[in-house]
Every structure is written in C-alpha cells, then in structure tokens.
C-alpha cells in the first residue's frame, strides 16, 4: 500500500531554471495539497487541488508558482525562473476527503530544492 | 498573529524519561482539530495524534498523549519512556473548520534522545 510519492527527492536548479515537483497521492485520494518548509521553519501551505481543479490557492505566491492535478497522471508543482529564495523543501500531502475534522493528511517524503 | 507557537526550539530527555513539547494555539474558530507530527532527520511527516476541540478527553495513542487545556489554548504532547528514535523535530498543526482545508504549522521542536 505505497504512500504519498514525490520526486525528485532532490532538486538542484539554477536561478532562472525551471522547477517541476510531482507528486503522486495515496491510492483513493483525491485531495492533494502542496506546502513549503524554509529552513528552520514549520511546513505553509500553499495550495489545495482535486482532479483538475484548483481550490485553494491562497498560500501561493502570484507570480512563478503554479499547480496543477490532472485527470490522469502525478500532480505538478512548478515554479518558473527560480530564485535562490525559492531553496526549500517541497511536501505533497493528500487526504480522501475533506469532510471530516480529524481527517489528517498523508504527507510525501518531500523534494529538496536547492537553487544555486 | 501566530496560529501555532511551539516555543522549545530543542529538548533533551534521557531514555525512558518522560518528556512534554508545548504547542499554543490562537483561532476564534469554536471548532478545530489539533494534530502532532514527527519529521526525523530522512525528512518525511509522520502523523502522531490528533485532538478535537470538542473531544472530552485527552487523545492517547501508545507512548503519545495529548494534554488538552482548552481554556489555555494548549496542546501539549507528553511522549512517555522515550526511546532513541523518538529523536526527531516534532510540529504541533491545527486545522479550523472555518478554513477547513489547510493545516497551521507551528515552527517546531527538535528533540534528542539521550542514551
């Protein structure tokens, strides 16, 4: 019974480059949501998809950053013309609803990027 | 202002001693959910325990307890005859109904096991 899959694990990009993060969820989900841990900080959300729809975009920055989840295939975190600011770790997290409080959320193992 | 303040950057606990990590929480929300993850050093988010804001009870899940004050708006988590590999960062979360989607990280605790 896989898990919430990312990769790469480890991303290394040139600032200008292009970053594209997958994320496949657990098998039955269909909530996915995408978030940045800065070093030494807690996990921000950035962004909450279900089968071809953006729900939540609140916590994603409005230029360079988008996402997506596609009726078939992993969900795609990308951002565009990266910075050196854009050095974090990458968590995929999924959930099979939303309904209830206590429904925790199945986290990815994450993608490292590290922008030079 | 912070939703989640976990105000221990780091915490040593001798093995088999008991040891808390404090989480304070801010919402208006009357309903929330109150989550504890363990990160250890391969990166990954491990789910711990969960508390509801109505729960009667402190949440326990094996060596993990939750002690719940609600009119403190606290969450501590009480982690019983500590192991070794309870050696890890560990990020108290919240989730309100309101926003209901996205979880609230505070900022963390490493916490270290010594033999």
């Known amino acids: 019974n896989a898990g919430v899959m990312q990769n790469p694990r480890h991303l290394v990009r040139r600032r200008g480059q292009e970053a594209r993060l997958r994320c496949s969820p657990m098998k039955g989900h269909s909530h996915v949501y995408w978030y940045r841990q800065l070093p030494e900080e807690g996990l921000k959300f950035m962004v909450y998809l279900q089968k071809e729809n953006i729900i939540d975009e609140s916590g994603m920055p409005k230029e360079r950053f988008s996402a997506e989840f596609p009726k078939e295939g992993p969900s795609i975190l990308r951002i565009q013309q990266v910075v050196r600011g854009d050095s974090a770790a990458y968590f995929c997290?999924?959930?099979?609803?939303?309904?209830?409080?206590?429904?925790?959320?199945?986290f990815g193992p994450g993608t490292r990027l590290l922008v030079l | 202002a912070q939703k989640i303040t976990q105000t221990q950057p780091g915490m040593f606990v001798q093995e088999k001693e008991a040891v808390t990590l404090d989480c304070t929480y801010d919402?208006?929300?009357?309903?929330?959910?109150l989550f504890w993850y363990k990160q250890p050093s391969s990166g990954e988010m491990i789910f711990l325990i969960y508390?509801?804001?109505?729960?009667?009870q402190n949440a326990t899940e094996g060596r993990y307890s939750l002690n719940f004050q609600k009119a403190r708006k606290s969450a501590n988590l009480v982690i019983s005859a500590s192991q070794l590999g309870d050696s890890a960062m560990y990020f108290c979360a919240m989730r309100e109904a309101n926003t209901g989607n996205q979880f609230y990280f505070g900022t963390g605790t490493s916490l270290t096991v010594i033999p």
């Open positions: 997290a999924s959930s099979p609803t939303t309904a209830s409080l206590q429904e925790t959320q199945y």
């Open positions: 508390q509801g804001s109505y729960d009667q």
């Open positions: 919402t208006s929300d009357p309903s929330y959910g």
